[in-house]
Structures are given as C-alpha cells and as structure tokens.
C-alpha cells in the first residue's frame, strides 16, 4: 500500500518567464522561448490541472509575441501573470551598473521604487490589468523593496528561498532562517526573515528542504555552518560533498526527482501543506541555460516535472493553486507553526 505522507496538500507552479539572454543584458534581447510555454501548460494541465504562475520580465512583455502567448495562456483560465523584476534591464537605467546592482537588493531604494512602477505600467500596458504577485530577479529582494511593492499595489511576493544565503553571489540576500511556510513582510523593512504578522505583502517562499531530516533539528545544524566563522572555512560546501548535509530547492534544474520527493516529505512532516515547484523558462530551448544543454536534457526536465508531480499524487491528494489562490487560503497551507 502507498503510503500516505500528510493530508491534502496545496502545490504551487511558477516559472520564472525571462528573456532569452541568461547573463544580464540590456542589448540584443529576445524571447522566443516563451514561445515553449504551451507545450509545457499542456503538460502541466495533463497531470490534473495544474495552473501554474508565470512571474514575467519587462524585456518579455515588451515583446509583442510573448505577450501573446501568455495573454492566451491566461485567458484560457490555466494560468495567473505576476512580475518578475531583473534590475539591469528594467527602467529606469543606470549609466553604470556593477555586478552587485543585479540583486534588487543593494539598488538605491528611489531607484527601486521607479523600476517597480515601471514594470507594473509595462504589465499593464501589455495585459490589461495590474499584477498582485512579484518576484525580484536572482531571488534578490530587499527591505527597500517592500514598501515599493506597497506602493505600486502589490500583494504578495515569492522571493524568498528558505535556508539559502545568496550574499557570495554579488551580496545578495540571506534567506537561513526564513520560515519554511508562508509569512507577511513588514512593511518598514528591516529583516526580510523576521514575520510580521501585520505586514502588508505576504510572503509565499519557493520550497527549499535538506537532504536530512527532521527539518527542525537539521535546520539548526545548517544555520550553524551558515555563520561568518562557518562561511569563511566553507563548512556548508565541505558539508554538501561529503554528503552530509545539503540543500534541496524544488526545482528540477537543479535537483533530482528522487531528492525532490525525500525533499518534500520533510517539508510535509514539519506541518506544511503546500509545495512550491519552480524553474525558468528558457530551459526549455536546449543552450539558453546553463541547466539544459542539449535537446534531450530539454526532455529530462519536463519528465522529471511529470515525475515528480505523479509520484506526490501517489502519497498526497493534491489541490493545484497559482499564487494568488495559495495566498488567499495562506492559513490553511501550514497546519502547525513553522
């Protein structure tokens, strides 16, 4: 008999809808891979229903076919847009931009501000309506981005990647220590980790486990090789090629089916009751990313999507939300505190 890991559980699909160019660019840019995201929203709607979220770029929705692939997408009820802001190329622009200024993050908070209503009047221009969901670009959201989300309307966010510290790539943020389930952002800024219960944006982290559990006691482990002390001996990589202990993102770019399902089981047992599955659109065209090099690796990665999902259906009963819909029902998508 199957076993059955909890009771019903909430998954969430996004994608990360980009530009074709992987290394931050300005010029030259294009976006014929969205033009594979049919393919995939059929497999996603084969396996259930799935509706997923594509958190969506001002390069993209600058162009005129990608807009419509994703307006048809959306207008067939199996798919919500949201915002997803890559500093470097959104306006306003910079005369000089270093590397740190491709995380959010570390941009002068004015700038923020008018990159993030520059995008919402793009979304607008290009769909018709205004976004509610957002995603920085690199994962890399700020205390300053908060209250510019505020201004420009927005509800939630999913930025955060919980037991992941990005500050080693271009100082970006450290999400070690973030709750694992949903959560509200303050609006004053401050520790992007710390909830506010009367925060204004909610927070709807990607899912992020360990290779060992429970959760609760590794977590503390991992947090431990996460210090400045930790970080300079390079603990938590010394810790991953041993095997002792790593992270596990549900993303099937960069995990194995197997690590996925053993990752999400964790994540279950601490009391959550949603999942949260992501990659970026331009793996789907072999040599866009540097997680899918060749035609068939093209084919291992929406396999491994279908895997993942039917084997989770074999141990859940599984509800299918986009963003928006997880959010609405946050309170019901984490059964014991986190």
Known sequence: MTEAWAGAVTLVVSIDTEEDNWIPSRAGLTARNVLELPRLDALLHRLGGVRATYFTTYAVGRDAGAVAVLRALRESGRAEIGAHLHPWNTPPLVDQSSPRDTMLKNVAPALQQAKVRTLTEMFEQ????????????????????????????????????????????????????????????????????????????????????????????????????????????????????????????????????????????????????????????????????????????????????????????THTSLRFATVSEAASRSAELVASGD
Not at 197 to 202: E, K
Not at 226 to 241: H, M
Request: hydrophobic share 40%; charged share 20%; net charge positive.
């Open 126 to 313: 290009a769909f018709g309506d205004r976004p509610r969901v957002f995603r920085a670009g690199r994962y890399g959201l700020g205390a300053n981005t908060v209250p510019a989300l505020v201004a420009s309307g927005y509800a939630v966010d999913s930025s955060v990647t919980p037991l992941i510290n990005w500050q080693q790539y271009d100082d970006g943020p450290n999400y070690v220590g973030a709750p694992l389930g949903p959560y509200r952002l303050s609006a004053t800024g401050g520790d992007l980790r710390t909830p506010d219960p009367n925060g204004p944006i909610l927070e709807l982290p990607l899912s992020c486990s360990l290779s060992r559990g429970p959760l609760r006691t590794w977590s503390r482990v991992w947090e431990s090789l996460n210090t400045p002390a930790a970080r300079r001996l390079r603990l938590q990589g010394l810790a991953a090629r041993l095997n002792v202990l790593r992270v596990v993102q549900l993303n099937p770019e960069l995990a194995t089916t197997a690590a996925m399902l053993a990752g999400t089981r964790r994540l279950l047992a601490e009391g959550l009751r949603y999942v949260h599955l992501t990659l970026h659109s331009p793996s789907l065209i072999p040599g866009l990313s540097p997680f899918v090099r060749t035609r068939t690796d093209c084919e291992d990665l929406l396999a491994a999507v279908e895997r993942y999902i039917e084997e989770l259906a």
